[in-house]
């Protein structure tokens, strides 16, 4: 078993709906294929994805931005 197929069942483990899913293979730094992201772009899937890759779900604007 490789270690993409077992971040995606960890990832299925933890999940109770769809979103969550999305949001922990996001959070293992899973990167979607350009095609897919593009076909879920704008949904709920896309955002919980994209907050979990980018830790939006996560950390405070203060520690994501510290620049700003």
Do not use: V
């Not at 996001?26 to 899937?45: D, E, H, M």
């Amino acid at each position: 078993m490789s270690s993409l197929d077992k971040e995606i069942k960890h990832a299925l483990a933890m999940s109770r709906n769809c979103s969550e899913f999305f949001f922990h293979i996001g959070y293992q730094q899973i990167r979607l294929p350009t095609w897919f992201r593009k076909l879920i772009a704008g949904s709920k899937w896309h955002r919980a994805w994209h907050s979990g890759f980018f830790g939006g779900g996560i950390l405070s604007i203060e520690e994501r931005y510290p620049w700003f």
